[in-house]
């Protein structure tokens, strides 16, 4: 029973470079979510999607493209990363929005030097 | 603009004594009160859905509870697995879901 899964797990990029993160859920949820958590902030949410082909910008969505190409997947590009991304992502889903909670995957542990 | 806010930030107990996390919400619009609770190094585990005032839930020795202003995440003699920050959050109008800064707790046996 996966779940909602999230790779890689931790990654450590230079300040410029690109990466995507991946989030994958099994559960055929049609919202998911893709949040930062740094210490002293809780989460806050970046991007969002409310089904497969539309994504919408949530409270910090600056330095971040998403994209969901299938239903199952949501991707994170950071195009250029910065220092201030340095942080751990959640991803998150749900079936729909309205009153459902919203199950996590176990995050992405990223340093940006 | 939707804030929920968590205290204490941070609490130590001993094994066995019962004690209340706290989360206070200004939202517009409530359409759930969400509890998580979150070990180090993993994401949010799903506890509690209240969706009205006076409503409560319980789960093996945590009940949570709701008013207009705020929620209450009780402890029941805790153990020293009950250890982990808890997270409230709450969801309004606009359905995007706005989340406290955790607590953090600590049971000691």
């Known amino acids: 029973n996966a779940g909602v899964t999230q790779t890689p797990k931790f990654r450590v990029l230079k300040t410029g470079q690109s990466m995507t993160l991946l989030c994958a859920q099994d559960m055929n949820h049609e919202y998911m979510y893709w949040y930062r958590q740094d210490p002293g902030m809780g989460l806050r949410l970046i991007h969002y999607?409310?089904?497969?082909?539309?994504?919408a910008k949530g409270e910090v969505p600056d330095g971040y493209n998403v994209s969901r190409l299938k239903k199952q997947n949501f991707l994170l590009g950071l195009e250029s990363a910065a220092p201030s991304q340095t942080s751990v992502y959640f991803c998150?889903?749900?079936?729909?929005?309205?009153?459902?909670?919203?199950?996590f995957g176990d995050g992405t542990r990223l340093s940006i030097l | 603009e939707d804030q929920v806010t968590q205290s204490p930030e941070a609490l130590r107990l001993q094994e066995g004594e019962s004690s209340s996390l706290n989360c206070s919400y200004t939202?517009?619009?409530?359409?759930?009160l969400f509890w998580y609770r979150q070990d180090p190094g993993k994401g949010p585990e799903f506890l509690f859905t209240l969706y009205s005032a006076g409503e409560e839930k319980e789960k093996e020795r945590l009940k949570a509870t709701l008013t207009k202003k705020e929620s209450f995440l009780h402890i029941t003699a805790p153990k020293p697995e009950d250890s982990a920050t808890y997270l409230c959050?709450?969801?309004?109008?606009?359905?995007?879901?706005?989340f406290g800064k955790g607590t953090l707790l600590t049971v000691n046996p």
């Open positions: 998150a889903s749900v079936m729909t929005g309205v009153n459902q909670p919203q199950h």
């Open positions: 999607s409310v089904g497969e082909g539309t994504t």
């Open positions: 959050a709450a969801r309004g109008s606009n359905y995007k879901l706005t």
């Open positions: 939202v517009s619009g409530l359409r759930g």
